[in-house]
């Protein structure tokens, strides 16, 4: 019996090994190794996969949230509205600025934002609502830009999890006033090491984000206002030209597997719930997340260990639970589906190189263990 893992990156560079090596070496022998024309190459083909009129390089999701946010003009006295269940960097970014993040819950069949309960969190020190796809799956942009329209308020998307996934024919990131990429090497276009991305149609804050990642500056050694450093290296930006390449390709391998297991698994309904696709959407499949019903999920999790299968829980809480999150008041129970998925949410393999032969191993294991827990 063999090992699966949640993700395999060495499967992945095995696929474009030639490729990556030639231009890696071509960068450690150049001796530039912080900006030039493979960064700029690299945003150039990344706002042009996104249609959207500008990228720009940052050195993680989490930077390029922060640096969006700030570059909206985002602080102190603002509020921003934002899914309680999802990774820390999406609300983290938003206290980064001295901004409230303020929670709204999930649908169990999405994982996104409940809809219905955005207009209910606007106050009138609303600014931003951030969706996030999360797991791949993108949130039902028609309806989500019309809130924000309704209310004047600017829309980031948090694409971290969801690089190629598109609402209607728009990728998601080209949709709201600015996307926010993570490159971290387990997301659907991911480097070596940390970056991070972002893409919009807005000049004016293409220029506030590039002076924010480069401490607050437009012109050499002057500088405007207090920023941070943060670059997307130049060895990520040629490794990640390279993958854009085949993200397509690798997004549709993931959209096939995740077909494979719903229909495999087609009979287990009983005890777990399979994720969809939306209609007027593409998902990318970063994860494919079920919820395992009755209290079974940590059972299941260890017997599945125990075949030799190694599964994911993302997020065993939610972020109003969160100790570092204490201080704006939530309370357990506030936000119960969000709270029911922490519970119940597990993450079977899933990377565009898994076989055949593995998902049927991760699921004879389910269709075994299931009944028995
Ligand atoms: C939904 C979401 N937002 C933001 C981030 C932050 O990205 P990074 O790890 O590149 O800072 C992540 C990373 O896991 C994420 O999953």
């Not at 070496?25 to 249609?51: P, W």
């Amino acid at each position: 019996m063999s090992q699966i893992p949640p993700v395999d990156l060495g499967r992945q560079y095995a696929n474009i090994a030639a490729e990556t090596n030639a231009a890696v070496l071509e960068i450690l022998n150049s001796g530039c190794y912080i900006g030039g024309e493979s960064v700029t190459k690299f945003e150039a083909r990344f706002a042009d996969y996104h249609q959207t009129s500008f990228a720009a390089g940052c050195n993680s999701g989490t930077d390029a949230l922060f640096l969006a946010l700030k570059g909206l003009g985002i602080g102190a006295g603002d509020e921003v509205i934002t899914s309680t269940f999802t990774f820390v960097a999406t609300a983290e970014a938003i206290c980064m600025t001295g901004a409230k993040p303020v929670f709204v819950d999930v649908t169990a069949d999405s994982f996104n934002l409940d809809l219905e309960q955005i207009e209910s969190a606007i106050t009138p020190q609303t600014k931003a609502i951030i969706p996030v796809h999360l797991f791949g799956r993108p949130v039902n942009m028609d309806r989500l830009m019309a809130i924000a329209e309704r209310y004047n308020l600017k829309v980031i998307e948090d694409c971290a999890q969801a690089t190629g996934a598109a609402w209607g024919m728009q990728k998601v990131g080209a949709i709201g006033d600015v996307g926010c990429f993570s490159f971290f090497p387990t997301k659907n276009l991911g480097g070596c090491g940390d970056g991070g991305a972002i893409t919009t149609h807005n000049e004016d804050l293409l220029n506030e984000f590039t002076m924010l990642r480069q401490h607050g500056s437009k012109i050499r050694y002057q500088h405007d206002v207090m920023g941070v450093n943060s670059r997307l290296d130049t060895l990520q930006a040629v490794i990640l030209s390279i993958k854009l390449r085949h993200l397509d390709r690798w997004n549709k391998q993931r959209a096939a597997i995740a077909q494979r297991y719903t229909k495999l698994l087609a009979g287990l309904e009983e005890h777990i719930q399979l994720p969809t696709a939306p209609e007027g959407g593409t998902h990318v499949w970063n994860q494919y997340t079920l919820l395992v019903k009755d209290c079974k999920r940590d059972a299941l999790r260890e017997a599945l260990q125990e075949k030799g299968i190694s599964i994911m829980i993302y997020y065993p809480k939610p972020l109003h639970l969160q100790p570092v999150f204490l201080e704006y008041g939530y309370q357990s129970g506030q936000f119960p589906i969000s709270e029911q998925c922490a519970h119940e949410v597990l993450s079977l393999p899933m990377f565009p190189d898994l076989s055949i032969a593995e998902q049927e191993q991760v699921v004879a294991a389910l269709q075994t263990v299931l009944p028995q827990l």
